[in-house]
């Protein structure tokens, strides 16, 4: 069984939006961080954003603060990230992952799980 499952992604115009979600299973998402987390061909994987496990807390890259925003949904099992005025350097694979410690933070290694991915292609 695959813990994360993401979705939402696609082609989208300069300026654009889009809401990519990521459904969980097979552990106890209401005591995980979540985090999202982008690569891009040729580059190393890199931070996004990241919630904590009561959604009270959260904290974005500086190259999407004010254009993304990340939230739960801890009795549906979901975690969303609405991805607004969208430009071509979003372009990546968006992958989510869970952080067993409840806060998630912008180091990839100390994720516990991850999706799959889902393909964001921001052109015209």
């Known amino acids: 069984q695959v813990p994360l499952v993401e979705s939402g992604g696609g082609l989208v115009q300069p300026g654009g939006s889009l809401r990519l979600s990521c459904v969980a299973s097979?552990?106890?998402?209401?005591?995980?961080?979540m985090g999202w987390f982008r690569q891009a061909p040729g580059k190393a994987r890199e931070f996004v954003s990241t919630?904590?496990?009561?959604?009270?807390?959260?904290f974005y890259a500086d190259s999407v603060k004010g254009r993304f925003t990340i939230s739960r949904d801890n009795a549906n099992n979901t975690v969303y990230l609405q991805m607004n005025s969208l430009k071509p350097e979003d372009t990546a694979v968006y992958y989510c992952?869970?952080?067993?410690?409840?806060?998630?933070?912008?180091?990839?290694?100390?994720?516990?799980?991850w999706g799959q991915g889902t393909q964001v292609t921001v052109s015209s």
């Open positions: 919630i904590y496990w009561s959604g009270s807390t959260s």
């Open positions: 992952a869970a952080d067993r410690s409840g806060r998630g933070n912008s180091w990839p290694t100390t994720y516990n799980y």
């Open positions: 097979g552990f106890t998402f209401s005591n995980y961080g």
